[in-house]
């Protein structure tokens, strides 16, 4: 299996709960529990699911950033969590991760040279002090961004920039694997397309291999070559792009696909609705059997008591893996396939530098403009202009009158 950099082997993340007046251990979240993939090498992995799924915890235990409660992570033939002293230093160069929000992964004080060239600090060996501002400039040049602004604040960046600088300093050691934790999703739309871009661009010139968790299955479906789905904490299915959007075997899937909106308004009222009832059970105590039986629309008798493995089982096509023991593909129809419409915005520009930071070399109005807009987007605070990033997968049951019974 020459062509896997990592494989996760039954990954799994629990966090104690403490109660009482002895703050003893009454329970554990189980944020993670019992996942498993391979990352092929140069490939993109979307990674898609509700809000406190796992995706994030997943992300930082495949870093070592925590510790695993139990499971195996294998890095290019090494297993990760065997490693300690300079071995696992070694290994920490080749796995970087660019966080969501720029605004608060970015160190107000430092410059943006002092920020990128921080992996440098902690890899010495990497490149000499003498020739650290050189390389700074270089990836700041690879980012799209003006090699001249090294020694400016992270403030005087717009959202974009700044993800471009979140970038950088996650390249800096050019590293085997990206995992991405929704790095577009704090940006305005229009911005999202030229940072996507830009991680097209560094994925082939560099090689790396990309973990890319969102909530906005467009952008997943437009970056990803193959996705995996979660839900409570588990991976539910896992199949290339043209696997997931065309032929969900999952109901868990084939529900957060339904949700899409959808592009061209004369097709909406041909969509397929499928509308998940009840709220996401508590990861402190899952359900048992399979996990999405309380919302399942296909739910039967065996799903409260066996709980379904993640395996190969028919498309319709070929097979893929899914953890559903009534798994059968559902063509989503018109909510995925797009193709004959006009492009999505996002998706149509090839732009992967920053205009912004080269159109004058003092002031910072545009950027500045697009850092307001955005700071207030992001936090929610007003309602601008531009439109804001979906989050698609919270799918709730707003408009009952809507609703088709999915079992028909
Ligand atoms: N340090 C922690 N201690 C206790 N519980 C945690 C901790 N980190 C995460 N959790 C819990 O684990 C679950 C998974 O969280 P996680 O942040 O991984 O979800 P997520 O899929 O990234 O969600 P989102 O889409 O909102 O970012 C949630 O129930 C969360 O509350
Ligand atoms: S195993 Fe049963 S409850 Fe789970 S997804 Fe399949 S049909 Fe639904
Ligand atoms: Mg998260």
Redesign the pocket.
Known sequence: MADVILKADDLVKH?PIKGGVLRTTVGH?K?VDGVSFELHRGETLGIV??????????GRVLMRLEEPTAGTVNFDGIDMFSQSGSAMRKLRRDIQIVFQDPYTSLNPRKTVGDIVAEPFEIHPDVVPKGGRKKAVQELLALVGLNPEHINRYPHQFSGGQRQRIGIARGIALRPKVLICD?PVSALDVSVQAQVINLMEKLQDELGLSYIF?A?DLSVVRHISDRVGV?YLGRMVELGTEEEIYQRPTHPYTQALLSAVPVPDPTMRGKREQIVLTGDVPS?ANPPKGCRFHTRCFKAQERCSVDDPELMDRPDGVAAHRSACHYAEPRVIVETVDVSALAPDPRFATTDVVDHDAFSDDGGLLPADAASMAERSHASGESEGPMDRPHDITRVVDNDPSEKRDPTN
């Open positions: 966090y979240v944020a699911g509700e809000s406190g799924c796992g995706k994030s915890t997943l929704e968790i909530h979660m990861p």
